[in-house]
């Protein structure tokens, strides 16, 4: 029996070598091919591109995690409910999106885009990936994918069909209404 939406989730979060990573969210959305989830951001220091705070502590995203593919992507917003641009990670494809309570382990392969609400986009976290390539935690045939992948990526966004309409016409949950969910599932 499938559990009523919105609901409280943990968001189980890799990136390469360290072990995964555990954040809070609200699953507002479960189909087969992809899950919308809302979170609060809590960040170690504030994430700068540009002169512009893109995440913080106290910020949102509205995450979009699909079946199958090579990134997820995020509506970012800042705490007063500013929408700031769209963050994606190239990660290693889902072939199963939910556990019970919990999104499969979702790997990071370092490479990210933001994308400013003009459709600039920003290639992030190279130094990154190319570390962890040398380090072998990503393998080459891994990496070329990634690679491929971010390209593609860049391409579409250029051409303005990324991200896809639904995380463009998304809109965040309101913080009350996020934190009745968050509070009235967390425990179930």
């Not at 499938?2 to 809070?24: D, G, M, N």
């Not at 979009?64 to 963050?87: E, M, N």
């Not at 019970?100 to 790997?107: C, D, H, Y």
């Amino acid at each position: 029996m499938r559990r009523e939406l919105p609901r409280a989730i943990s968001i189980v979060y890799r990136r390469l070598p360290s072990p995964p990573q555990i954040f809070s969210g609200v699953l507002r959305e479960l189909t087969d091919d992809f899950v919308i989830i809302q979170s609060r951001l809590s960040v170690s220091h504030p994430r700068r591109l540009l002169n512009t705070v893109i995440a913080d502590t106290g910020y949102w995203a509205v995450w979009f995690v699909f079946r199958g593919k090579w990134f997820d992507v995020g509506k970012f917003f800042d705490a007063s409910g500013k929408w700031l641009g769209y963050y994606c990670d190239i990660i290693e494809p889902l072939t199963r999106l939910i556990r019970g309570s919990r999104t499969s382990v979702i790997s990071d392969l370092f490479l990210d885009i933001w994308i400013t609400p003009h459709n600039d986009c920003y290639v992030l976290d190279e130094d990154e990936f190319e570390s962890a390539i040398r380090s072998r935690s990503v393998t080459k045939s891994v990496a070329e994918k990634a690679r491929s992948q971010l390209q593609l990526l860049i391409k579409k966004i250029e051409q303005g069909d990324f991200p896809p309409s639904q995380v463009r016409e998304i809109e965040l949950l309101p913080a009350s209404e996020y934190d009745r969910v968050f509070n009235l599932t967390a425990g179930n």
